[in-house]
């Protein structure tokens, strides 16, 4: 393989879980074959300087890397001695660490957050943290490796635009590594794709779709509003836009609008989502989850306020909300990790008992949002075994151990390690048994918390916001996804097409969230003016 970035240059690496891209990431940062195993052939070269050659704390000062788990790398007790303890590390002056320390929470936007502990952080604040303490070592190129992933989709602009600042003003080389291609491909000026451990693409963003057959051979997905200029051929005269805000420039006041206005007027107006939780979907009763009145205070911070959800038998709920909105700290009561300060939780109509979890994890399976923190056999054979093991196989298993490595593309690696997998792999193997497809076949109810707004819009029958602890909106994804602004206020970008008809015709009510949708709409609409002009 053949790389090369200039400085000031953004670079969006792309492709499937495995393809290789975390391996590239620590083979830039020079820690292959300094820290990780592995046979280095060719150089990873910083101008004339081989970073493979140096040690790790040296390769640092040229090259920062930001781990896709950001709890692979804090080590420190606050937020603020997390970020000072690359400077100080490099016997820096005290005056030029605290100015370090200063600049990088303030871009990162965690000045708020500089006394707090790191272990009561969400997510997303760890992920921060982690770029924050990347950034105070000044290197001259920044590798992000899946930096998004924890990250709210306001909050994900937010670092993309530091990154680019970064990029534009100080001639920082930045390499961000993403599947959430959609929110990054607006700030890159390149995008690769790889393949198998290859770069099967780099191209300006402008000509990175035109020929479509290395993202179909991948599997990654197309940004939508490319997607949809392909969907409405002659909508995109001057070629396909690259972010909303282009798509709807190019688009307000002209005929696709008219189009879509006039093929989805029953959609118009209507009730709004519910505020509170539950009322917008009827349930059988008992619900198989339900908090009442939950709310759950650490100290003088209430992280839960209120929280009153009902979710019935065979839904798909999605819990969304900014970056310590207490969606982890709702979602973990149901198992019996946390104890509510006040209200009560439920699993079918019995309370769930904090502290219980292996009691309550026959009927309620949590995958944490670190999913490398709940493996620990040695194969991957041994750790899909485990639960089969430890406790009375079940009569009806929603997949046994064969029929779950099968599914979940585990064949051939039985006795491989489960950190051999890349990290896509160990969160399936983490998850060993759920979702779309099983859903078809049993009555399984899932919740998930996620900040992927186009899996959302996708899967989800029901979106569940989440705002400073409490329940903002409730109801299905078209109603909520519809509630632009409202979202945005709470760190939430709905789905690309969901701003571009909300940007163009207003407050729709409702929103239609596949490309195939939207064209037909326009194309209604179009057949609906030409019948007008032929009468």
């Known amino acids: ?4 970035g200039r400085p000031g240059e953004l670079v969006l690496i792309t492709g499937a879980a495995g393809c290789g891209k975390s391996t590239l990431a620590l083979a830039l ?8 195993q592995g046979e280095l052939r060719g150089a990873v070269r910083f101008g004339g300087t081989h970073l493979s050659g140096l040690a790790p704390h040296d390769a640092a000062q040229h090259v920062g890397l930001v781990f896709q788990n950001p709890n692979l790398q804090l080590i420190n007790m606050t937020v603020q001695s997390e970020v000072a303890f690359g400077p100080e590390n490099l016997a820096l002056p005290t005056s030029e660490i605290a100015a370090r320390v200063d600049w990088a929470l303030a871009v990162t936007q965690l000045e708020r957050l500089r006394e707090a502990t790191v272990l009561t952080l969400s997510g997303g604040q760890k992920q921060r943290t982690a770029i924050a303490a990347t950034l105070a070592m000044r290197p001259r190129v920044l590798v992000l490796d899946e930096p998004l992933s924890d990250l709210d989709p306001v909050g994900a602009q937010e670092v993309l635009g530091t990154l680019r600042l970064l990029a534009r003003e100080h001639g920082t080389g930045v390499v961000v590594i993403e599947h959430r291609v959609d929110e990054v491909v607006p700030w890159a000026d390149r995008i690769v794709l790889m393949h198998d451990g290859r770069i099967i693409m780099d191209r300006p963003p402008g000509g990175a779709w035109d020929d479509p057959a290395p993202w179909t051979a991948t599997g990654v997905g197309v940004p939508d509003v490319v997607r949809l200029a392909r969907a409405v051929p002659g909508a995109f005269p001057d070629g396909a836009p690259l972010s909303v805000d282009e798509a709807a420039t190019a688009l307000r006041g002209g005929w ?3 189009a879509l206005a006039a093929g989805i007027p029953a959609r118009r107006g209507g009730q709004p989502p519910a505020a509170t939780g539950s009322p917008s979907l009827p349930h059988r009763a008992p619900p198989v989850l339900s908090w009442q009145h939950v709310s759950v205070r650490f100290g003088v911070t209430t992280a839960v306020d209120d929280v009153s959800l009902d979710i019935g038998d065979d839904e798909w709920v999605a819990l969304i909300g900014a970056n310590g909105s207490g969606k982890s700290t709702l979602t973990g009561l149901a198992v019996g990790l946390g104890t509510p300060s006040s209200g009560t939780v439920s699993f079918s109509g019995q309370p769930i008992k904090p502290g219980r979890v292996f009691e309550h994890a026959a009927r309620v399976a949590l995958l944490l949002q670190a999913a490398d923190e709940m493996l620990f ?18 009569a009806a298993p929603v997949l046994d151990v064969a029929r779950a490595i099968e599914f979940f593309g585990f064949s051939g690696l039985e006795q491989a390690s489960p950190w051999e997998l890349s990290q896509g792999g160990r969160q399936r193997l983490a998850l060993g048994a759920l979702l ?6 049993t009555g399984l109810t899932v919740l ?4 992927d707004m186009r899996a959302v819009a996708s899967r989800a029958s029901r979106v569940v916001l989440l705002g400073d602890g409490r329940v903002r909106l409730d109801g299905p994804p078209a109603r909520v996804f519809a509630r632009t602004a409202e979202l945005a206020s709470c760190g939430i970008l709905a789905p690309p097409l969901a701003r571009l008809q909300t940007a163009l015709l207003g407050d729709v009510g409702e929103v239609l969230l596949t490309v195939e949708d939207l064209a037909a709409a326009v194309r209604r609409g179009q057949q609906a003016a030409a019948t007008a002009r032929v009468r």
Do not use: N, Q
């Not at 393989?1 to 090369?4: H, R, T």
């Open 1 to 4: 393989m053949d790389l090369a």
């Open 29 to 36: 940062a020079g820690l292959i074959p300094a820290r990780v």
């Open 256 to 258: 696709f609008t008219a």
């Open 377 to 394: 056999a040695e194969t991957v054979l041994g750790e899909l075994e485990f639960g089969f093991r430890f406790r009375a196989k079940p």
């Open 436 to 441: 779309d497809r099983i859903r078809e076949r």
């Open 448 to 451: 998930t918390v996620t900040h």
